[in-house]
């Protein structure tokens, strides 16, 4: 055999008991004519959901803090249950791991450029964390295909490559717990942007609305009269209450999740190390099958 059978699979070997030597029976195999739709399996079509959300969270994110962490934390909890889905119903595809990983690469560096906008001051510390996101997944996946073949999976990694890569993906509660916390500190930061004048200094400024931005901290929020026609809709009244936020519980869910959004951003560094390292290695394997470099003749 090829690969490892799911326990699924293997449920469905059975002894005869009717023969004396126990033979087993193998399940049969899926007719060749039958053509699925894997755009239509169930993981996936969580995975599209995921993107809803995400859009959704987008367009409440100036205005309404609390809807749209909602529904972007809704998002990304979504992520472990498509692949809880895949190996349920057998439906692990690769369209639904890179649709995975681009959903998760671009929800993340969209809440990014928000929080650089919420705080200039910071913009390219988050500017710099988009790179690194996106750099070292793309490291990493290119290297896997390139090195190891395209029946390869990114979340195989050999212990002898990375021991640190090895665990982050090997363990699910790793993994999740990573990826969670990681978000959650984001979230975390942005709904101090509309809560905490110690980030947003903004908050406590009196301004007449003139040359202002609704996006907090950059600069002063206009009074929501000169942003809304009525006062009382409900645009409004979600400004006017996001300025009245507690940042007492953000606080404590950014200082609870810093340390591990820190080494999640360490392993990226670790990631993209070692995929370059990995890529170098192969780029001096094929030079020395070419006979490069060239010996330069002596004149």
Same mark, same amino acid.
Request: with cysteine; proline share 6%; glycine share 6%.
């Given at each position: 055999?090829?690969?490892?059978r799911?326990?699924?699979? *293997?449920?469905?070997?059975?002894? @005869?008991?009717?023969?004396?030597?126990?033979?087993?029976?193998?399940?049969e195999?899926a007719s060749?004519d039958?053509?699925?739709?894997?755009?239509?399996?169930?993981p996936?079509?969580?995975?599209y959901?995921?993107?809803? =959300?995400a859009?959704?969270?987008?367009?409440?994110? /100036?205005?309404?803090?609390?809807?749209?962490?909602?529904?972007?934390?809704?998002?990304?909890?979504?992520?472990?249950l498509? %692949?809880?889905? *895949?190996?349920?119903?057998?439906?692990?595809?690769?369209?639904?791991?890179?649709l @995975?990983?681009v $959903?998760?690469?671009?929800?993340?560096?969209?809440?990014?450029v928000?929080?650089? &906008?919420?705080?200039?001051?910071?913009?390219?510390?988050?500017?710099?964390?988009?790179?690194?996101?996106?750099?070292?997944? !793309?490291?990493?996946?290119?290297?896997?295909?390139a090195? *190891?073949?395209?029946?390869?999976?990114?979340?195989?990694?050999d212990?002898?490559r990375s021991k640190?890569l090895?665990?982050?993906?090997?363990?699910?509660?790793?993994?999740?717990?990573?990826? +969670?916390?990681?978000?959650?500190?984001?979230? +975390?930061? !942005?709904?101090?942007?509309?809560?905490?004048?110690? =980030?947003?200094?903004?908050?406590?400024? /009196? $301004?007449?609305?003139?040359? &202002?931005?609704?996006?907090? %901290?950059?600069?002063?929020? /206009?009074i929501?009269?000169? =942003?809304?026609?009525? /006062?009382?809709?409900? %645009? +409004?009244?979600?400004l006017?209450?996001a300025?009245?936020m507690?940042?007492?519980?953000?606080?404590?869910?950014?200082?609870?999740?810093?340390?591990?959004?820190?080494?999640?951003?360490f392993?990226?560094?670790?990631q993209?190390?070692?995929?370059?390292?990995?890529? +170098?290695?192969?780029d001096? $394997?094929?030079?020395?099958a070419? %006979?490069?470099p060239?010996?330069?003749?002596?004149?």
């Amino acid at each position: 055999m090829n690969g490892a059978r799911t326990r699924k699979q *293997a449920k469905g070997f059975s002894k @005869d008991p009717s023969g004396s030597n126990g033979a087993i029976h193998f399940p049969e195999a899926a007719s060749p004519d039958v053509k699925e739709n894997v755009f239509l399996f169930i993981p996936n079509i969580i995975g599209y959901s995921r993107i809803v =959300l995400a859009l959704a969270s987008l367009y409440y994110m /100036p205005l309404h803090p609390r809807t749209c962490s909602l529904l972007y934390s809704v998002s990304c909890l979504l992520d472990a249950l498509d %692949g809880i889905a *895949a190996r349920h119903f057998e439906q692990s595809t690769r369209f639904g791991a890179v649709l @995975d990983m681009v $959903t998760d690469r671009c929800t993340t560096a969209c809440l990014l450029v928000f929080l650089s &906008s919420a705080f200039p001051r910071w913009a390219l510390l988050f500017q710099g964390l988009i790179s690194l996101d996106l750099a070292s997944h !793309y490291m990493h996946m290119y290297a896997t295909l390139a090195m *190891a073949g395209s029946d390869q999976s990114h979340k195989k990694v050999d212990q002898s490559r990375s021991k640190i890569l090895h665990l982050y993906y090997n363990n699910k509660n790793v993994l999740f717990a990573f990826c +969670a916390m990681n978000e959650v500190f984001f979230i +975390a930061l !942005y709904l101090l942007s509309f809560s905490s004048p110690i =980030l947003s200094p903004s908050l406590l400024l /009196p $301004t007449d609305g003139a040359g &202002s931005s609704a996006l907090p %901290g950059n600069p002063a929020h /206009p009074i929501a009269s000169k =942003l809304f026609a009525s /006062p009382y809709s409900a %645009g +409004a009244l979600e400004l006017a209450r996001a300025n009245k936020m507690d940042s007492f519980w953000p606080w404590v869910i950014a200082g609870v999740s810093f340390p591990v959004m820190a080494g999640k951003q360490f392993i990226n560094i670790v990631q993209l190390v070692k995929a370059s390292n990995w890529l +170098a290695e192969g780029d001096r $394997t094929a030079r020395r099958a070419q %006979g490069l470099p060239r010996k330069r003749r002596s004149s």
